[in-house]
């Protein structure tokens, strides 16, 4: 402070701090925005605003806040399924493919020069999927049969009721290289086909959605009574055919043999 008295000029200094209120920086939801920005996924959900699984990339868009009373944006800080990212001015951030299938929050912290923060929230829509998958049924009539039963039962993830599933098999025998040509069977839906009972044969059974494929593989083993009564070896076999005389055979080993049984 400094006075003039007559043709004298006097100082004084006293030390204060002056404080700025009201100066936190102007940030709201408004100022976030996000899209799915894989063409792909979004070619399935036809939404941007909906993201899938583990499948589309997230990119996260800022507007700039509003500093107050002199001050100046330094940083904002965006946080997403516990994974924080930093920017120093108004723009993208890519967060890539996020393993969720359910809404998560993403959140966003600005700071301006002087140390004040605000923070902004936006609820993120995300779509659960997974890899298809299967319960499969293959077996032979009677267990021996050449007659050959093959069932389905494919799930896939909704993917809010966008996502179709095709199933398809293909199969040779155990001792050949290369498979048949493709067939498509319905889900859940028995087909009857014809396999000799003297081979065994692998079968590929392979299930799609609109995002991916799973594969299995299964063998239909070669035609064998569960029960056989052999007359000529006075012999019997349970799952196999017996090869030794008056005995009891269980998937070829043998379990009594003639004294045994007769002692019953």
Same mark, same amino acid.
């Given at each position: 402070?400094?006075?003039?008295?007559?043709?004298?000029?006097?100082?004084?200094?006293?030390? =204060?701090?002056?404080?700025?209120? @009201?100066?936190?920086?102007?940030?709201?939801?408004?100022?976030?925005?996000? $899209?799915?920005?894989?063409?792909?996924?979004?070619?399935?959900?036809? &939404? @941007?605003?909906?993201?899938?699984?583990?499948?589309?990339?997230?990119?996260?868009?800022?507007?700039?806040?509003?500093?107050?009373?002199?001050?100046?944006?330094?940083?904002?800080?965006?946080?997403?399924?516990?994974?924080?990212?930093?920017?120093?001015?108004?723009?993208?951030?890519?967060?890539?493919?996020?393993?969720?299938?359910? &809404?998560?929050?993403?959140?966003?912290?600005?700071?301006?020069?002087?140390?004040?923060?605000?923070?902004?929230?936006?609820?993120?829509?995300?779509?659960?999927?997974?890899?298809?998958?299967?319960?499969?049924?293959?077996?032979?009539?009677?267990?021996?049969?050449?007659?050959?039963?093959?069932?389905?039962?494919?799930?896939?993830?909704?993917?809010?009721? =966008? &996502?179709?599933?095709?199933?398809?098999?293909?199969?040779?025998?155990?001792?050949?290289?290369?498979?048949?040509?493709?067939?498509?069977?319905?889900?859940?839906?028995?087909?009857?086909?014809?396999?000799?009972?003297?081979?065994?044969?692998?079968?590929?059974?392979?299930?799609?959605? =609109?995002?991916?494929?799973?594969?299995?593989?299964?063998?239909?083993? =070669?035609?064998?009574?569960?029960?056989?009564?052999?007359? $000529? $070896?006075?012999?019997?076999?349970?799952?196999?055919?017996?090869?030794?005389?008056?005995?009891?055979?269980?998937?070829?080993?043998?379990?009594?043999?003639?004294?045994?049984?007769?002692?019953?």
């Amino acid at each position: 402070v400094r006075t003039t008295i007559g043709s004298n000029t006097y100082y004084s200094t006293i030390n =204060k701090t002056l404080s700025i209120v @009201n100066a936190t920086p102007t940030f709201t939801s408004s100022n976030l925005s996000y $899209k799915d920005s894989n063409s792909t996924t979004v070619a399935v959900t036809g &939404n @941007n605003q909906h993201l899938v699984q583990n499948l589309s990339n997230l990119l996260v868009t800022i507007s700039a806040a509003t500093a107050k009373k002199g001050a100046s944006i330094t940083k904002y800080v965006a946080t997403i399924n516990g994974v924080a990212k930093t920017i120093t001015s108004a723009g993208n951030i890519d967060y890539g493919k996020i393993n969720s299938g359910s &809404n998560l929050t993403l959140s966003v912290k600005v700071t301006d020069s002087r140390g004040n923060t605000a923070t902004a929230t936006k609820t993120v829509t995300f779509l659960s999927w997974s890899l298809p998958t299967a319960l499969i049924s293959l077996k032979r009539k009677n267990n021996y049969e050449n007659e050959t039963y093959l069932k389905v039962d494919g799930s896939i993830s909704s993917v809010n009721s =966008k &996502n179709t599933m095709t199933i398809q098999y293909q199969y040779k025998k155990t001792t050949e290289t290369s498979y048949s040509s493709l067939a498509t069977l319905s889900d859940n839906v028995q087909v009857t086909m014809t396999k000799d009972k003297e081979s065994a044969w692998d079968f590929k059974i392979i299930i799609k959605d =609109k995002f991916g494929t799973t594969t299995y593989n299964t063998v239909l083993p =070669k035609g064998r009574f569960i029960l056989f009564v052999d007359t $000529k $070896k006075l012999s019997v076999g349970v799952n196999c055919f017996p090869t030794k005389n008056e005995s009891l055979e269980v998937n070829g080993v043998q379990m009594l043999e003639y004294d045994e049984i007769a002692s019953w």
